[in-house]
């Protein structure tokens, strides 16, 4: 069964950058579209970006946008989320998520077409 494992969250300052990677453990990951999300403390779980298979459909959150840059790597089954000016508010646990077998361009903001998940990495931003 296809794993994801994401890497790269942290502490950093208010204004600062970190990079998350997430590792598909098969090769489903050329046949999905991903995404990333997050949960904040007392909060639901977010959309955040997604990203298509193509590359060409990378829809974010009204609240990233700008700021964080998604990206895929179909050699490496790895797909990023560059994040950058970071605020307070963007801590959160942050999940990747795979939708398996989409269309070229599907790239959704919906959690529940998600059908893969990982365990999450922890991004704490202080002020």
């Not at 974010?60 to 970071?86: C, P, Q, W």
Request: aromatic share 10%; glycine share 10%; proline share 2%.
């Amino acid at each position: 069964q296809v794993q994801l494992v994401e890497s790269g969250g942290g502490l950093v300052q208010a204004g600062g950058s970190l990079r998350l990677s997430c590792v598909a453990t098969e090769d489903t990951f050329s046949k999905s579209a991903m995404g990333w999300f997050r949960r904040a403390p007392g909060k639901e779980r977010d959309f955040v970006a997604a990203i298509s298979r193509s590359g060409e459909m990378t829809p974010y959150a009204d609240s990233v946008k700008g700021r964080f840059t998604i990206s895929r790597d179909h050699l490496k089954n790895t797909v990023y989320l560059e994040m950058n000016s970071l605020k307070p508010e963007d801590t959160a646990v942050y999940y990747c998520a795979a939708e398996r077998d989409t269309t070229w361009n599907t790239a959704r903001r919906i959690s529940g077409y998600y059908d893969v998940w990982g365990q999450g990495t922890q991004v704490t931003v202080s002020s």
